[in-house]
């Protein structure tokens, strides 16, 4: 059971616009919601994360809005550029163990 | 730091043989993940450690994947026999507390012929 869907799997933007990522997830107990960002040919990395005592979260041009009733949050990149061209991948855990379970992953490119 | 290291980079293996795979992670994370990267399944976390013990391996496919950590500053994930459906990036990350950033290797990526 896929317990954190993403959504789209890829997206095309032209630089300057606001690619947004979607997440959504079953488990009531997550509390934490990072975003990971995947260059080809390397890992992942943290980008920005998310607790639930907050609705939003900014670090640069990048934020995090978190809606707890639908269980869902989602990513938007402000004036996206070129080398923002990745794949993005929600996460979350929380509960019993702090296992993180990722989505399927989004492919973004931006367009010069 | 030099972050988490993983040889070998790339593997080339004809299908009944042995893969092993290695992991170095930041020195002072006590948590070690291993985790399979492919395009129908996404990233898996197969078994992590925390101190060198193994936590939870729930998600190692089968017997014949089998994983270690001797010590704080080495881990292998091995794979006997290798099959074709094992082909993937296999990453290991490590993270100084379970809720915490993970950090991730470059990974390996495995080709089962």
């Known amino acids: 059971q896929q317990q954190v869907k993403q959504s789209p799997q890829s997206l095309i933007v032209q630089k300057g616009g606001i690619p947004i990522i979607n997440c959504a997830y079953e488990?009531?107990?997550?509390?934490?919601f990072p975003w990971y960002q995947q260059f080809p040919g390397k890992g992942p990395a943290l980008l920005i994360a998310?607790?639930?005592?907050?609705s939003e979260k900014k670090e640069g041009r990048f934020t995090i809005s978190f809606n707890k009733s639908a269980k869902q949050f989602s990513l938007h990149i402000m004036d996206s550029q070129p080398g923002d061209s990745a794949t993005y991948f929600c996460a979350a855990s929380g509960g019993s163990n702090y296992k993180l379970t990722f989505g399927k992953g989004t492919l973004l490119t931006v367009n010069p | 730091d030099a972050g988490v290291i993983q040889s070998p980079r790339h593997e080339v293996t004809e299908m009944g043989q042995e893969v092993t795979l290695r992991c170095k992670p930041i020195s002072g994370h006590d948590y070690l993940f291993w985790y399979r990267q492919t395009m129908m399944r996404g990233l898996e976390l197969l078994i992590y450690f925390n101190n060198n013990v193994p936590i939870d391996d729930s998600g190692m496919p089968e017997d014949r994947f089998s994983a270690k950590m001797p010590n704080a500053s080495f881990s292998t994930l091995k794979i006997q026999p290798s099959e074709p459906r094992d082909s993937a990036v296999y990453f290991c990350a490590s993270s100084p507390g379970l809720g915490k950033t993970q950090y991730f290797g470059p990974g390996t990526r495995l080709l089962v012929l």
């Open positions: 488990n009531t107990a997550f509390d934490y």
């Open positions: 998310i607790r639930p005592d907050v």
